[in-house]
């Protein structure tokens, strides 16, 4: 865990001994306990980076991660890993009925997960792409990145709550 402030051309952005973030910029100002949130988390997650302080007031902007210094990109890389959990579905196994409430049994980029729909507006389509997101009655966001490269299995059961 470096301690050591890392520079980017508009800011300075180091970890404290308590692994909290902590962005000085170019005024000298700093500001503790900051958080990294993208701005275009689905359509754009490499482009528009907010770092905001704990009034969510923004402090420091990266407008795409991969143009930025190494140590940099990585401390933000890693905060941004360790906030956002949104599993991605690459299989539904089956649903226990047609009408909501049900339950999904899927296949995540992070393994075999079973979680409940609320009803059909819990399915949202997004951007433009063949994208939904998912909500679960827990709140938790589930991705398909393209339903139409899905299995034909998963297809099916999609489309019967679309």
């Known amino acids: 865990m470096s301690m050591t402030p890392v520079t980017h051309t508009r800011f300075a952005l180091e970890r404290n001994p308590f692994g909290k973030l902590i962005l000085t910029n170019a005024a000298g100002e700093r500001y503790e306990n900051v958080v990294p949130v993208r701005a275009f988390p689905i359509q754009s997650p490499e ?14 902007w990266v407008d795409r991660i991969a143009d930025i210094e190494e140590p940099v990109q990585s401390l933000i890389r890693n905060e941004l890993a360790a906030r956002e959990f949104m599993p ?8 226990t009925s047609f009408s909501t409430p049900c339950t999904w049994t899927t296949e995540t980029d992070r393994g ?27 709140g938790i966001q589930y991705l398909v990145r393209d339903q139409f490269a899905l299995d034909a299995t998963s297809k099916k059961i999609l489309d019967r709550f679309l």
């Open 47 to 60: 482009d528009g980076i907010s770092i905001v302080n704990l009034d969510g007031e923004e402090v420091g």
């Open 88 to 95: 991605v579905i690459q299989k539904i196994v089956s649903v």
């Open 112 to 138: 075999p997960c079973e979680f409940v729909l609320r009803g059909d507006e819990d399915i949202r389509r997004i951007g433009k792409d063949d994208a939904l997101l998912i909500a679960d009655n827990h």
